[in-house]
Structure formats: C-alpha cells, structure tokens
C-alpha cells in the first residue's frame, strides 16, 4: 500500500528517524517537481470523485479552454 504524506518541516527528521526503525517501510524523498505534480493528481481525482458523487458541478470545455 502507498501512502502520500505531507509533513511540516520541523518534523521531518523526527519521522525520518522513526521510519527508519521499521524495517517492513520503504520510505523515498520526492523532488519538489514529483511532489507537486503528485498533490495536482490527487486534487484532480478527489475533483473527479466529487463530480461522480454530484457534489460539485463539471466545468465546460470553453471555461477550461479560457483558463488557458
């Protein structure tokens, strides 16, 4: 099972210490790159599963293409 995490920066070390004494964790850094594009992931399946669950309202395609 993989888990995304997000953690303040003051308690970075602490739990990379702790995740380090689990030997069944594999724990791998993410560049800032890989982890924005990751948070864009998530917000856009929770976007979609909002959609699907008629709690929010889908955008048209002319309001997406006037974002660009």
Known sequence: MDYLLEIPKK?????E???????FIKA????????????DMVEAVEEIKAIEAGKRKPRSMKALLREL
Request: no cysteine; net charge positive; aromatic share 8%.
């Open 28 to 39: 791998k850094k993410l560049s800032t790159v890989k982890a924005e594009r990751m948070r």
């Open 17 to 23: 210490e702790l995740l380090r004494g689990f030997p």
């Open 11 to 15: 308690k970075q070390a602490f739990l």
